[in-house]
């Protein structure tokens, strides 16, 4: 398949891209190396070194003979756009080229229309040049568990059924996210719904958990081609920041009651969801949704989980609860179905100890590059 991997210079984009160029598709990534820059911004960086988007793609086609084309731009440019598409006549895109941090977006008003800005507009272009250029092509777009928020009542994948009235109908799950930027992917959502009512476009909303992990077997091909791993206050997520924290000596910090509890996979997993959405395409018209996560945690049991493995490995890791930053429920019910992408062959890489251990050493390798002022988070949702 041609495939456009947009956000292809990113945590998710990177080795997914390589690894659907290893399975046989014809990858070319787009990006327009925002990411960096937000890094520059807030004084940050990856706790891995990375490697420019130009030498990736070169030592990528050194170990594996396999050639991905690349497109440096904006995805809010429709210009741009659209002679990508011209290009590249693509099969399927996966749109994981977002503004995708839930503080980021709550810094100020700037930073919230800027989110809501870039990722709206951006996949509003991608719906135009598929309608335009590509009719055919199937958007894979990655969505957000938290367009669910947390409900008292079971979430399901994208719809629900209502009785209301003495009536009936399936409808789309009711949505209650938590930041700017998780809004903003409901926005998404409700304009790639619309687009493929009205066009036939078709499309898969992947609402995907908190990603834990760096490696997948294509990072591990050359040190050169490994992933980004963020871990500060602003970019940095659950689990990888608590796993990072233990590394290096500083508390891990559980936000408030600690009772809050998320979905997650694993980075591995994250590659496959998408590779089973691409092998078996939306219909013409049809926006599907799946819930990509394969287990969900409260932020309790991951910090204690993350104590004991560090302990284990002779560090001396401890757990404090600090003020919550964001206003949210810390205690809640939770519990979200996610049985599309397993009924199509997923077979999940579940949180052993022994992946811990595994993403905690490579974490330990790089643990003199972070900077320790940037570890507490400093946006407040108030
Ligand atoms: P990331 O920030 O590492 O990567 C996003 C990439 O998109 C970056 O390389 C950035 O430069 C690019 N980008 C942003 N705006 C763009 C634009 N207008 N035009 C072109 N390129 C643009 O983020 P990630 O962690 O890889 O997340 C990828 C997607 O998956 C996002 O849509 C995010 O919302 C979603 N997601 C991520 C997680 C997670 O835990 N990381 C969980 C659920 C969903
Ligand atoms: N949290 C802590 N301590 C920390 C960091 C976070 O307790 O040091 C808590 C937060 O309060 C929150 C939960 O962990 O309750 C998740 O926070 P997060 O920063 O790990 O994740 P979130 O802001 O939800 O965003 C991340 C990605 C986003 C993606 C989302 C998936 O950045 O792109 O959409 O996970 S989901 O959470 O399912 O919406």
């Known amino acids: ?45 990856s706790l891995t070194p990375i490697a420019s ?11 594996t003979g396999i050639e991905m084309k690349s497109y440096i731009g904006d995805l809010t440019h429709y210009d741009f756009l659209r002679e990508v598409f011209r290009q590249t006549e693509p099969e399927a895109f996966v749109h994981f080229g977002e503004q995708r941090s839930a503080p980021y977006s709550m810094i100020d008003r700037e930073h919230a229309v800027y989110t809501q800005s870039n ?63 998780h809004l903003s992917k409901v926005h998404d959502s409700h304009n790639i719904m619309f687009a493929c009512k009205i066009w036939g476009i078709r499309a898969t909303d992947l609402n995907q958990g908190i990603v834990y992990g760096l490696h997948t077997d294509e990072t591990e091909l050359d040190p050169l081609l490994v992933n980004r791993l963020d871990y500060d206050g602003v970019f940095g997520t659950a689990l990888n920041r608590f796993l990072i924290q233990a590394a290096i000596g500083h508390e891990i910090t559980v936000y408030g009651s600690g009772e809050q509890t998320r979905a997650f996979l694993n980075i591995k997993d994250t590659i496959r969801c998408v590779e089973i959405a691409a092998n078996n395409p939306a219909d013409k018209g049809e926006f599907r949704v799946f819930n990509q996560f394969t287990e969900y945690f409260s932020m309790n049991d991951l910090a204690e989980r993350v104590r004991k493995i560090a302990t284990e490995e002779g560090l001396t890791p401890t757990v404090a609860h600090i003020e919550n930053p964001r206003i949210e429920k810390e205690e809640h019910y939770y519990h979200a179905v996610n049985t599309n992408l397993v009924e199509l062959g997923l077979e999940p890489n579940l949180l052993t100890d022994e ?28």
């Open 53 to 63: 988007l130009q030498d990736r793609i070169a030592r990528f086609k050194e170990v």
């Open 1 to 45: 398949m041609k495939i456009i991997v947009a956000g292809g210079d990113g945590f998710c984009g990177w080795p997914t891209a390589m690894y659907l160029a290893k399975q046989g598709h014809e990858v070319s990534i787009l990006d327009n190396l925002v990411r960096r820059k937000y890094d520059d911004e807030l004084h940050s960086n």
């Open 119 to 181: 990722n709206i507009i951006g996949t509003l272009n991608v719906l135009y040049a598929i309608k335009e250029c590509a009719p055919e092509c199937h958007l894979i777009k990655l969505g957000t568990m938290g367009e669910y928020g947390t409900p008292n009542i079971d979430i399901e994948e994208g719809y629900i059924k209502i009785k209301h009235n003495g009536r009936e109908d399936i409808l789309p799950y009711p949505k209650q996210p938590g930041s700017m930027y």
């Open 355 to 382: 992946v811990l251990k595994g993403i905690l050493q490579s974490v330990l390798a790089h643990k003199e590059r972070v900077i320790t002022e940037n570890v507490l988070p400093t946006v407040k949702w108030k």
